[in-house]
C-alpha cells in the first residue's frame, strides 16, 4: 500500500507571494490533517478534512486554508506568505474514529522557505 | 484545550540500556487515545506505540512500551536495549477530536 505523498518536496517563495501545497492520502483514508512544524513551535495543528469537509481548525491565521477533494487528496494554500511561515508542511491521513484518531499516517513533508 | 506536555527537550542514553521519556497531558475528556511518535533526523514521522484511554493495560511493541497513569495524566515512553537508530526526535501526542503534540524530547542513543 503506497503512503502518504507530498509535493512538493522543497519550496522557495518570497514574501507576499502565495503558495499551495499539496497531499494524497493513504488509499481509503479519508481524514487528512495539516501540520505546520518548525523548531521555534513545534508541530501545531492547521487543520482537518474529512469528506471533502473540515472538520477541525487550529488557531492560525485566514491566510492559511485548505480544501479536500472527492478523490481524498488534500491542498493547502498560504497566501501573502510572510518570512515566518517557513516551516516544515506535514500532511497525515488516517481512518477517522468517533472519539479522535486511532492513528496518523505522515508524509516526508514539504519544506517552504520564505525570502 | 487539551495540552501535551513533555518536560526532556534532550537525553540521551548508551546503546543497550533503557531510557524513559516523560510525558503528561490535560484532558477533561474520559475516552480518547494517546501516541509515540518518532521523527529521525531528516526522515518521516512515524508511529512507535498507541493508547486507547479505556484500556487499563500498557501497550508493548517489541522494546518499546509504554507507562500509562489516567489519573494522573502521565504517559511516559519506556525504551529497552536501546539501539543507534532508535537516535530521533520523540513526539508524545493527544487525540479527542484532534490531534495535539509535545514540544518533543531528542533523543541520542551513544554506541
Known amino acids: 500500500k503506497a503512503g502518504v505523498t507530498q509535493t512538493p518536496r522543497y519550496l522557495i517563495k518570497t514574501r507576499g507571494q502565495q503558495v499551495t501545497l499539496s497531499c494524497s492520502p493513504i488509499?481509503?483514508?479519508?481524514?487528512v490533517s495539516w501540520y505546520q512544524q518548525t523548531p521555534g513551535q513545534g508541530l501545531q495543528f492547521l487543520f482537518e478534512?474529512?469528506?471533502?469537509?473540515?472538520?477541525n481548525k487550529g488557531n492560525f491565521p485566514g491566510r492559511f486554508s485548505g480544501r479536500q477533494f472527492s478523490n481524498s487528496r488534500s491542498e493547502m494554500n498560504v497566501s501573502t506568505l510572510e518570512l515566518g511561515d517557513s516551516a516544515l508542511y506535514l500532511c497525515?491521513?488516517?481512518?477517522?474514529?468517533?472519539?479522535?484518531?486511532?492513528?496518523?499516517?505522515f508524509g516526508p513533508g514539504t519544506r517552504l522557505t520564505v525570502l | 484545550a487539551q495540552t501535551v506536555t513533555q518536560s526532556q527537550p534532550e537525553m540521551s542514553v548508551q546503546e543497550a540500556e533503557t531510557v524513559t521519556l516523560s510525558c503528561t497531558y490535560d484532558?477533561?475528556?474520559?475516552?480518547?487515545?494517546l501516541f509515540w511518535y518518532k521523527q529521525p533526523p531528516s526522515r518521516q514521522m512515524i508511529l512507535v506505540i498507541r493508547?486507547?484511554?479505556?484500556?487499563?493495560q500498557n501497550a508493548t511493541e517489541n522494546r518499546f512500551s509504554v507507562n500509562f497513569q489516567k489519573a494522573a495524566k502521565s504517559f511516559s515512553l519506556k525504551i529497552s536495549d536501546s539501539q543507534l537508530g532508535d537516535t530521533a526526535m520523540y513526539f508524545c501526542?493527544?487525540?479527542?477530536?484532534?490531534?495535539?503534540f509535545g514540544a518533543g524530547t531528542r533523543l541520542t542513543v551513544k554506541p
Open positions: 497525515a491521513s488516517s481512518f477517522r474514529l468517533a472519539g479522535g484518531f486511532n492513528e496518523q499516517f
Open positions: 488509499s481509503g483514508h479519508r481524514s
Open positions: 478534512y474529512f469528506s471533502e469537509t473540515q472538520r
Open positions: 484532558t477533561s475528556e474520559n475516552n480518547y487515545y
Open positions: 493508547q486507547e484511554a479505556y484500556k487499563q
Open positions: 501526542a493527544f487525540s479527542y477530536n484532534d490531534m495535539r
